[in-house]
Nanobody, 127 residues
Framework: QVQLVESGGGSVQAGDSLRLSCATS????????MGWFRQIPGKDREFVAA????????YYANSVKGRFTISRDNAKNTVYLQMNSLKPEDTAVYLC????????????????????WGQGTQVTVSS
């Protein structure tokens, strides 16, 4: 069993920054990719960012490109999402997800590509 636990959410003002963390534990594969998604009530989960095992490939949604940065520390089994210049439209529950093996440039944004999910952490940005 694999567990993912997000942390670092909170309530901030527009223009502020937050750093989310996602700690993984359990029987993960030797290599795995990670993604961040977000969701607001009544809407589908939206892709935010993804990173491969080695950290050499990162992918971002157009809405966060240039403001958010995904990174990982495999020694700590943790992936991060640095969020700068936050906007009210970034308000959502942010969830991390794990995909066994690698991710691919033509499918990283699909929720179905990921095998495990965390419970999420709330981010609220006020104007």
């Amino acid at each position: 069993q694999v567990q993912l636990v997000e942390s670092g959410g909170g309530s901030v003002q527009a223009g502020d920054s937050l750093r989310l963390s996602c700690a993984t534990s359990g029987r993960t594969e030797s290599t795995y990719a990670m993604g961040w998604f977000r969701q607001i009530p009544g809407k589908d989960r939206e892709f935010v960012a993804a990173i491969n095992w080695g950290g050499s490939s990162t992918y971002y949604a157009n809405s966060v490109k240039g403001r958010f940065t995904i990174s990982r520390d495999n020694a700590k089994n943790t992936v991060y999402l640095q969020m700068n210049s936050l906007k009210p439209e970034d308000t959502a529950v942010y969830l991390c997800a794990l995909r066994r093996g690698e991710i691919y440039s033509n499918s990283y944004w699909y929720t179905s590509e990921y095998d495990y999910w965390g419970q999420g952490t709330q981010v609220t940005v006020s104007s």
